[in-house]
């Protein structure tokens, strides 16, 4: 089977989707969109003007079976075509977005494509067509529990006081960074936050694992992933109630999901008094990738034994 992967950019979890498709016999081709893209800033239009020329010349040469379009703004491109079927997965900042341009493009991309995937239940609620849920995997071997004295010698954190790991780029107003800073000013205990950022992702659990709590403070998310990142190394998580956070830790030990100052000092009160790790690895269900490898096959198969290989039905576009 030999799939063209669309994506605005690639990240981690995109990268392992792919790579546990390829390990299932799945040939995929990832087209980016041109243009740079970091932190809050956007793409021009003029580099999606360039992305479907670049599509179809992608599908002139290739033998493909079917298009997978990740993220709402490249669903339109996939439907554009008509000679292959669409699968479509949102991914949370799209259906979930702030803008109604983005939400109103997002939703008929999933009602056009021949199949609809949706990683969190909270997104689910929301999509009025059918669609799968198929919650986003994590590598469990490479975010896994270590010794915390061995993480922080790897990572260069010479400190006994415990850690409140903020996971981004404290520039981006999204994240919140100046209420994660006066959350752990405002706690009773000697806890110490630490921002990483610009770091090769193989490095990430070894600075969870240094830690002694993941702190989310962000505005919006379409996940995130991290909070299942921590999970895998039993780093319990304090949060602000967004995107699949609470859907993902709430039986979690050590785990606080709240939009309420109080309530989030408490559950860094309680992670930098206790200092445990939470029971996550165990706790989560559908947390490893071969769940999410099976599955999107699982969709694959049926959208093409359903549809064929001819089976997009779109009036825009022309022949490729």
Known sequence: MNVLQLVTSPRPFFDQQVSVLQD???????LDVPGAHSGDSTRAPTD??????????ELRSGDYDLIHANYG??????????????????WGTDLMSDHDWLRSLSRF???RANAAIVPSRAMSNVLETDHELIP????????RPMSQANARERVGWETDRPIALFPYDRTRAVKDYPRARRLVERADADLELRTVTGVDHEE?????NASDVLLVTSERE????????????????VSTDVGFVRETVADVTGCVVSDDDTALIDGLEYVADARRRSDGRETIDGLSLDALGDRLLGVYRDVLERDGPSGRRTEVGHGV
């Open 24 to 30: 299932r016999g799945v040939d995929c081709t990832v």
């Open 48 to 57: 999606y003007a360039r992305y479907y020329p670049r599509i179809l010349s």
């Open 73 to 90: 703004l490249v669903a339109p491109f996939a439907l554009a075509q008509p000679t292959r079927p669409v699968v479509v997965t949102l």
């Open 109 to 111: 991309g999933a009602r």
């Open 136 to 143: 986003f995997g994590v590598d469990t071997d490479l975010f």
């Open 204 to 208: 990430i659990p070894h600075y969870m």
């Open 222 to 237: 379409s996940g995130p992933m991290v909070v299942k990142e921590a999970a895998a190394c039993n780093l319990p998580v």
